[in-house]
């Protein structure tokens, strides 16, 4: 799992612990096991907020941790063009390289560590695929997309890209030197990444050596989300069992804790986790495949007008991202049955 690494974790800035006299540690409010599924053409993913009410997810929808998969020669597969309206997609290759192209003109490649930050806005089409070198010689594939929701007065911006590469990303280390922070966008302790967002939020890869623990300030106006995305550790001041694949949804306060456990799988010698909050929107939220608006009545207009290629003119697919093909509200989960 390279994304970004340090010759000496030493030199790197450190980010001081929270002062238990001054702070209130966040609990530890709800633990999940993602499903797996299939995403665009049939690369494997695991769906990281299944199961979770949007209201605890807020500013956030949707979370996929995409591999980690060993492709064979001519099995590497990605997605076919398709619309997005209303909020914004984070794209982090961990391992492997994704293509992206856009309606808008933006796109590029990304890599190890890279991210790909598109802002769908009024309403965008794209296609993530991975190259054809990779697709013929086969090989590691690793990476996250997450979808950050937008405001009422934003969802009509302009669609953006940004391309934040590796080298980019500010990185940071635990009080003992024991865990190696990637803030790729937000700030923790004065560090700020290089993501720009409309939403207010922080997206963090940390890595925990064995036995280590994280202790991080947290602000109080933002949710807070880990997940695990290789490893075994404990999250919150209970220390409550996490691993690979599981989300932790913690509730109120201003310092959160994670912690890796001594002992380690051999293919997982550390604890992987993102870590991300933002602010809260607390606006209405429906949902439908492709868009994430604010009424039912928006969503079938964001149809409407991809259909009536208003978005675009990339020929239309049939299905996006298998996400909900019924219209989820706030109140709802992602699987439409009610919190």
């Known amino acids: 799992m390279p994304a970004i690494t340090v010759p000496d974790i030493t030199v790197l800035p450190r980010i001081p612990e929270p002062d238990p006299a001054v702070t209130r540690e ?90 790909q930050w598109m802002t769908a806005g009024a309403g965008i089409l794209h296609i993530e695929k991975p190259p054809e070198s990779l697709v013929i010689s086969g090989g590691l594939f690793h990476g996250f997309q997450l979808w950050v929701n937008l405001p009422r007065d934003q969802k009509w911006a302009a669609p953006r890209y940004q391309d934040l590469r590796a080298q980019e990303v500010a990185v940071a280390t635990s009080t003992d030197g024991g ?99 933002g602010r809260p929107i607390r606006e209405p939220v429906a949902w439908m495949g492709p868009f994430v608006m604010n009424t039912r009545e928006e969503v079938m207009q964001a149809f409407s007008d991809y259909q009536a290629g208003r978005l675009g003119t990339i020929p239309a697919i049939n299905a996006v991202h298998n996400t909900p093909t019924a219209i989820v509200e706030s109140g709802e989960r992602p699987g439409g049955d009610s919190a």
Not at 251 to 257: E, K, N, V, Y
């Open 26 to 115: 966040r609990p530890v409010r709800s633990l999940t096991t993602a499903p797996h599924g299939l995403e665009g053409e049939g690369f494997p993913v695991r769906r990281a907020f299944a199961g979770v009410d949007l209201g605890e997810l807020d500013p956030f929808v949707h979370l996929d941790q995409m591999g980690e998969v060993e492709y064979a020669p001519g099995e590497p597969k990605g997605t076919a063009w398709h619309p997005h309206r209303g909020f914004e997609t984070v794209t982090y290759i961990i391992d492997g390289i994704f293509e992206h192209q856009d309606s808008n003109g933006g796109g590029g490649v990304i890599t190890n560590g890279d991210t």
């Open 179 to 277: 865990a190696l922070l990637r803030i790729i966008a937000g700030e923790v302790a004065g560090i700020k990444g290089p993501g720009s967002t409309y939403s207010p939020i922080t997206l963090i890869h940390a890595t925990l050596s064995p036995g280590a623990r994280l202790s991080l300030p947290w602000r109080a106006d933002y949710n807070a989300l880990v997940y695990v995305m290789a490893g075994h550790g404990a999250v919150g001041a209970d220390a409550r069992p996490i691993q690979t694949g599981q989300l932790a949804v913690f509730g109120a306060g201003d310092a959160l804790t994670v912690a890796a456990l001594q002992v380690q799988e051999s293919r997982s010698p550390n604890l992987d986790v993102l870590i991300l909050g």
